[in-house]
Structure formats: structure tokens, C-alpha cells
């Protein structure tokens, strides 16, 4: 419950302040490219639960652009130039603070993946993922550190969740969230 109450207080309060910004960004995302301004997806999330995750769109929709990969590469062709400056901003991200409040997110966590990769982690026993809810943000999105996995630090967070106080998680949901907003402003840093 303490977790849950500082998501929803801190994503108001993100969203009041990035009303304005979310505006702009839709209004780019009108005026640069033919297509709806929201990016939808499902992914998986605690226990499993289906929801739709929802991201600034930054990729044309055109069909004779996307490759038989639906992973974002490096310099993806679909990228539209003011999708490209949305994306090195993090600013993609904002509409998923909507998912936060309805609560198919926190704002830190492991990331939420598309179903099919959570359906290959169950069938392989390493389901640890839907024990909490997917995040906005987390280890994974904020650590530089060579040699690790993604995965390993995700499952880093999982066990502080299940073996830290309530309070001892806030004060480390604030620290990764600190250290995110310095990744952003640094622009670097993963796509989250």
C-alpha cells in the first residue's frame, strides 16, 4: 500500500507539470507524421495480467517501413525526425504515467515485455518478472554497467521487493528515479 500511494502521488503530480509537455509532443506527432499520436501495446504485467501500454508514437506507420523485427534498432529507419528528438528526451514514455495511475504499472520496476517473451519466461521457469508490477523505469534503464543483463538487474529489483521494508523500497524507488532523471538530462541511457 505505501507503494502504491507514492506512485500515485508522484505520477499526479508528473502529470500536472507534463500536461503542457504531452500536449506539444501530440501536437508535433500530428503535424510531422500521418497516424494517431499514441503508440499502444500489450504487455504483461503482475500475475501475468494483460494490459495496454501506451507511448508517444515516434515510428511512421506505414507498412512497406516496418521489417519482419518489431524491435526498435539504432537508427531505425521508421523513426520520424520529431520522433527521434521525443525518444532521445525520454518524452515517449509520459503517457505510460497514465498507466501508473490506473495501476497496471508502478514507477519503477522491472519493464513490462511484450506477452510472448513473458509466455517463453514462464514455459522456462523464469517467471519471477509477474511477481510485481511492471515499471516505468528501474535498474536496468539507469545502471551502465557492462556484462549485466538487463534481466539480472530486473530480477535485482524483484528480490529488493520482496525483502525490503515498505519504506527502505520508497527510499529506493527514489534513488533509481533520481538517477533516471540524470540519465535523461545526461541523454543517455536506454530507451525505457
Not at 88 to 110: C, I, T
Request: include cysteine; charged fraction near 25%.
Amino acid at each position: 500500500m505505501v507503494k502504491r500511494l507514492f506512485d500515485v502521488v508522484l505520477t499526479a503530480l508528473a502529470l500536472v507539470a507534463c500536461l503542457p509537455i504531452l500536449f506539444v509532443a501530440a501536437l508535433g506527432i500530428r503535424l510531422s507524421s500521418p497516424g494517431p499520436v499514441l503508440y499502444r501495446a500489450v504487455r504483461a504485467g503482475r500475475r501475468g495480467r494483460l494490459f495496454t501500454m501506451y507511448k508517444l508514437r515516434t515510428m511512421e506507420t506505414r507498412p512497406q517501413l516496418v521489417p519482419d523485427s518489431v524491435i526498435t534498432a539504432a537508427h531505425d529507419p521508421r523513426v520520424f525526425p520529431f520522433g527521434a528528438l521525443l525518444r532521445r528526451a525520454k518524452l515517449d514514455e509520459l503517457p505510460q504515467l497514465f498507466n501508473v495511475l490506473r495501476g497496471d504499472m508502478s514507477l519503477v520496476g522491472p519493464r513490462p515485455w511484450p506477452t510472448e517473451m513473458v509466455r517463453r519466461q514462464v514455459a522456462e521457469g523464469r517467471d519471477y518478472r509477474n511477481r510485481i508490477p511492471a515499471g516505468l523505469t528501474g535498474p536496468a534503464q539507469v545502471t551502465k554497467g557492462e556484462g549485466i543483463r538487463y534481466e539480472d538487474l530486473d530480477l535485482r529489483y524483484v528480490e529488493a521487493w520482496s525483502s525490503l521494508s515498505s519504506w527502505a523500497l520508497v527510499r529506493y524507488d527514489l534513488q533509481i528515479l533520481r538517477q533516471t532523471l540524470a540519465v535523461i538530462a545526461r541523454g543517455e541511457g536506454l530507451n525505457f
